[in-house]
């Protein structure tokens, strides 16, 4: 087999966006004989793939983008994007699942049938092959809403379309000092949750928040005060100045029963410690040595709440192989009280965080019966700085 991925590249930069992945199925499919080639993408409900197609150009001159939900329990699709390996079912013919993944982030599953069974050669073409398209797909979701269209086995309202542009473009990330994965999981009145990260050369910038209300309202006290952190990170303030300049922000635009609460951590990767800022929200747990606790910090008064307040910077302690779990109240509070956090997060522990984070979200969804009271939102944060924990890329 004869797979050159720099020409195959080429020509999805040469097709319009909403074209690349069809110009990239075409090219993978001639060159390893297949006779069917499909990009499933994540949805947003975290539990199944949106088979991704378009039909043939009607006289008119137009098309239809079309999609098929894929559950992920207990199928194949499921199993790939679970242990990001490459699945294979033999029978008359054979299928074949690769996870397309970057960094951690799960963007979803190519689909092969191919009329015999595949070689070693095909098998690591393939494996390269879905790595590539990952990069595909990132290219171009900038320039077109197919992507996010196809996700969409929901639809969102206007607050929550606000309350998801707040959110970083992946929810999982990787890198040899940490992985770190998060999910929001909305009511059915958003309550203006959010969540936060970016990585520097030396330092990683994490945020969870919760802006009291609902609907708009909430989301957009979520807009500024996210607004306010990312501007003061990116003008290379600290930890303190972030947070000042995000309550300044608020304290200057808000009703008097008005607030965000929010935690605000800065890592610095070197020197392997972590600060953090707690605004009168739910503590952090860590899982440490298979024991998980709450971790104790000061609280300070939420965001909003007074213009001339002076955020106390704490430590948050870290060691090589601490599991960090932020959370907002809607996983702790309302209907969602019953579920033993604690309990949940020692089951998953030898999970990948972009696994815990769903399996923890999925017992409170069931706990409530499916109907949340408030917005759910984890991230898990584990530290692997001093373990000599090396990332590879290889599929």
């Known amino acids: 087999m004869q797979l050159d991925l720099s020409a195959m590249l080429a020509a999805t930069e040469d097709a319009a966006p909403v074209d690349a992945i069809g110009v990239f199925a075409e090219h ?20 199944s793939l949106m088979r991704l197609a378009h039909t043939s150009r009607r006289p008119d001159g137009g098309g239809r983008e079309t999609r098929t939900q894929v559950m992920l329990d207990g199928t194949p699709h499921g199993e790939a994007l679970k242990t990001q390996t490459l699945i294979m079912e033999q029978g008359d013919v054979t299928h074949m699942y690769a996870p397309v993944t970057n960094r951690g982030e799960a963007i979803g599953i190519l689909e092969m049938v191919l009329p015999d069974p595949p070689d070693d050669g095909t098998l690591a073409g393939v494996s390269y ?115 000042g300049a995000a309550n300044d922000s608020l304290s200057s635009l808000l009703e008097p029963d008005q607030f965000v609460t929010g935690q605000v951590v800065r890592i610095d990767l070197l020197r392997e410690s972590a600060m953090i800022v707690n605004a009168g929200h ?96 984890v991230l898990c944060l584990d530290w692997h700085r001093g373990s000599e924990r090396k990332r590879s890329i290889a599929p």
């Open 282 to 377: 739910p503590g952090p747990f860590r899982l440490r040595n298979g024991h998980v606790e709450m971790v104790e910090l000061r609280a300070d008064p939420p965001f909003g709440v007074s213009a001339e307040h002076e955020y106390v910077v704490q430590e948050l302690p870290l060691i090589p192989g601490d599991r960090l779990i932020f959370l907002t109240d809607g996983m702790l509070e309302r209907n969602a009280a019953d579920v033993d956090i604690q309990s949940v997060l020692a089951q998953s522990r030898d999970l990948h965080p972009r696994e815990a984070v769903q399996h923890l979200i999925r017992n409170v969804v069931e706990s409530t019966g499916g109907t949340l009271q408030d917005d759910a939102t």
């Open 28 to 47: 993978l499919s001639y060159a390893i004989g297949a006779t069917e080639v499909s990009f499933l993408i994540a949805d947003f409900s975290g539990q």
């Open 129 to 243: 092959a879905a790595h590539a398209l990952a990069y595909v797909v990132i290219a171009n979701r900038r320039f077109t809403d197919l992507f996010e269209w196809g996700q969409r086995s929901v639809q969102l309202s206007l607050a929550a379309e606000i309350q998801h542009r707040l959110l970083p473009a992946a929810y999982t990330c990787e890198a040899g000092e940490f992985t770190l994965a998060a999910w929001l999981e909305p009511a059915g009145n958003v309550a203006g949750d959010t969540f936060d990260f970016s990585m520097e050369r030396d330092l990683l910038h994490i945020s969870m928040t919760d802006a009291m209300g609902h609907e708009v309202e909430a989301a957009m006290l979520a807009t500024v005060l996210v607004g306010a952190l990312r501007n003061a990170r990116r003008r290379g303030g600290t930890l303190a100045e972030q947070v």
